[in-house]
């Protein structure tokens, strides 16, 4: 059975010589915040996060073992520890190795308005693997989830939402040859439905209230909703891309605050004969007020989204970026500043790709030769270039191509798996 992951529990630690007890950091699908101590809230402690959950860290050995076996170098994500925990990585390594198909499986909650810059990670990274490894990708769009949680949503809103939601996601660089996006209110039925049943029967829900801390009052659209999730990490799902088979595993790259699904979802791999998921967990991207939670769609200060001008830009980063720095000069050129907790170097650490840059921007701020202007400068540059440049791939997404990312039977040379 999963374990239960309603709040990850930090044991008594020493703080400034003073015994702290009952400290505890909440990391759900739906709740992230780091843990309180004597009432200051602290960052995520994703070492925690991988004794609690029972995953593996990404090591230099396994980023060795990926440069051998793709003839690729790490994504900026994978050797900065941005994706850093992983589930049998391993097994698809060494898939790859064989010349054995896999596929990748991720998702999205669609809502109201663009994504934040936040949402983008896991799929930037998708699509660098789906590069490096040449495989199809499926693409989950869970408005029905949406639906089941938010009372005050109609389910042709949350629809409409995963609509809009396909044309940013095609704006990342996907092609429909490889990539099939789908709504789980306008997919769902057949072989998806099929598997969501046998699924169903496997979870109890003992097993649901563990892993995702239900109670009695939760209705039964929100205890079922695991079963729906898990579908998609079983090829059987999609016939029309992997015909029969039902021994083609996937990898998931997701934020760790999604593992839960999918530690319900290996458990009932094995009864139903199907392969167990592999998974790859990233870190939150943190809020613009600090690294004690993570980017929210529903607070705009919080977040940079991707419908945002330049100059709404600079104006969150000016005004709600957290700084490292000291409030004086002459603190600065004393005591320097701290990139740790600085926001604008958190983010370039996820969107500059050049490892010296980065080095020596952390070097110099320490050192108080750059100041918390400079570093929020430099970030506005990056993240400006980074939403522009997509608002102009999505500017040239039409209606057809959304459609063809949805459309099941669209031809992808993948579909050669079903003859096999």
């Not at 995702?212 to 695991?226: A, M, R, S």
């Not at 769609?297 to 330049?310: E, L």
Request: contains cysteine.
């Amino acid at each position: 059975m999963a374990e239960a992951t309603t709040a990850t529990d930090v044991p008594a630690i020493e703080l400034e010589g003073l015994a702290v007890q009952d400290v505890a950091q909440r990391v759900t699908p739906w709740d992230v915040e780091g843990p309180e101590v004597n009432g200051v809230r602290l960052a995520i402690d994703y070492d925690k996060l991988i004794v609690q959950f029972g995953t593996r860290r990404i090591d230099e050995a396994m980023l060795e073992r990926f440069t051998k076996v793709t003839g690729h170098a790490p994504h900026l994500f994978l050797r900065r520890g941005i994706f850093f925990s992983h589930r049998e990585l391993d097994v698809i390594l060494d898939r790859h190795e064989q010349g054995k198909p896999f596929y990748l499986y991720t998702g999205r909650g669609p809502s109201r308005g663009h994504m934040h810059i936040g949402h983008m990670l896991p799929f930037v990274f998708c699509k660098w693997l789906q590069d490096v490894f040449d495989v199809p990708l499926v693409v989950q769009l869970t408005d029905d989830e949406k639906f089941l949680y938010k009372s005050d949503l109609k389910a042709e809103q949350t629809y409409q939402y995963a609509v809009d939601t396909v044309r940013e996601i095609a704006a990342i660089g996907f092609k429909p040859e490889k990539t099939f996006i789908f709504s789980n209110m306008g997919f769902m039925g057949g072989a998806f439905y099929r598997n969501v049943l046998k699924i169903s029967r496997c979870i109890t829900y003992n097993m649901a209230r563990s892993s995702f801390g239900y109670t009695e009052t939760d209705h039964i659209g929100k205890i079922h909703f695991p079963s729906i999730q898990a579908a998609p990490a079983f090829c059987s799902t999609f016939p029309t891309i992997f015909g029969n088979h039902t021994d083609i595993p996937c990898l998931i790259p997701c934020g760790i605050d999604q593992d839960p699904y999918f530690r319900l979802t290996r458990d009932v791999a094995k009864p139903l004969k199907f392969k167990k998921p592999s998974l790859i967990h990233g870190q939150f991207l943190p809020a613009l007020q600090g690294v004690t939670t993570k980017m929210s769609s529903s607070i705009d200060s919080s977040a940079i989204f991707m419908d945002d001008s330049p100059n709404v830009i600079k104006n969150k980063i000016n005004k709600h970026a957290f700084s490292g720095g000291p409030t004086s000069l002459r603190e600065l050129e004393e005591f320097g500043s701290n990139p740790d907790v600085d926001i604008s170097y958190q983010y370039l650490t996820y969107f500059v790709d050049d490892d010296q840059e980065i080095a020596d921007l952390a070097v110099s701020y320490r050192r108080g030769e750059i100041t918390s202007g400079n570093m929020k400068k430099r970030c506005i540059e990056v993240l400006q270039k980074f939403v522009g440049d997509f608002q102009e791939r999505e500017k040239a997404i039409t209606q057809a191509d959304v459609e063809d990312f949805m459309n099941p039977d669209y031809p992808r040379p993948f579909a050669a798996l079903a003859k096999k």
